[in-house]
C-alpha cells in the first residue's frame, strides 16, 4: 500500500516562494509511480497542477502554472518536489501529492490511485 505524505507548505506573502515535497512511506518506491500535484481551494473543485513521469523525464502542467511552478523528482532519494514561485493570493489551496501507475504520466485526477493527505499553503497580499 502507498502512502504519501506531503511536506513544506506554509503561509507567504504575494510573490513569495515555497517549495513542497512528496514522500512515500510503507516501504513503498515512489519511483515506479507518475507523481501529480493537485490542489483544492475552498469551495472549488480538486484540480491539476503538476506532474511527472515515474523516470522524471517528462515534466507536464496546468497551463496557468507552467511559467511559475516546478515539479521534480530525485529517484535516488524518492522525493518528488514542487518548486512554487510568484505565488499569489490565488493559489491557496491545499496542495496534494498522487501517485498513479501510468508511468509515462497523465492530467486526469481519476488515473491516480494513491493520495496523500495534503498539505496548506496561504498566500496573502
Known amino acids: 500500500q502507498v502512502q504519501l505524505v506531503e511536506s513544506g507548505g506554509g503561509s507567504v506573502q504575494a510573490g513569495g516562494a515555497l517549495r513542497l515535497s512528496c514522500v512515500a512511506s510503507?516501504?513503498?518506491?515512489?519511483?515506479?509511480?507518475?507523481v501529480g500535484w493537485f490542489r483544492q481551494a475552498p469551495g472549488k473543485e480538486r484540480e491539476f497542477v503538476a506532474g511527472?513521469?515515474?523516470?522524471?523525464?517528462?515534466?507536464y502542467y496546468a497551463d496557468s502554472m507552467k511559467s511559475r511552478f516546478i515539479i521534480s523528482r530525485d529517484n535516488v532519494k524518492d522525493t518528488v518536489n514542487l518548486q512554487m514561485n510568484s505565488l499569489e493570493p490565488e493559489d491557496t489551496a491545499v496542495y496534494y501529492c498522487?501517485?498513479?501507475?501510468?508511468?509515462?504520466?497523465?492530467?486526469?485526477?481519476?488515473?491516480?490511485?494513491?493520495w496523500g493527505q495534503g498539505t496548506q499553503v496561504t498566500v496573502s497580499s
Open positions: 511527472i513521469s515515474s523516470s522524471g523525464g517528462n515534466p
Open positions: 510503507g516501504g513503498a518506491l515512489l519511483s515506479y509511480y507518475a
Open positions: 498522487a501517485a498513479s501507475r501510468i508511468q509515462s504520466g497523465t492530467y486526469r485526477r481519476d488515473d491516480y490511485t494513491h
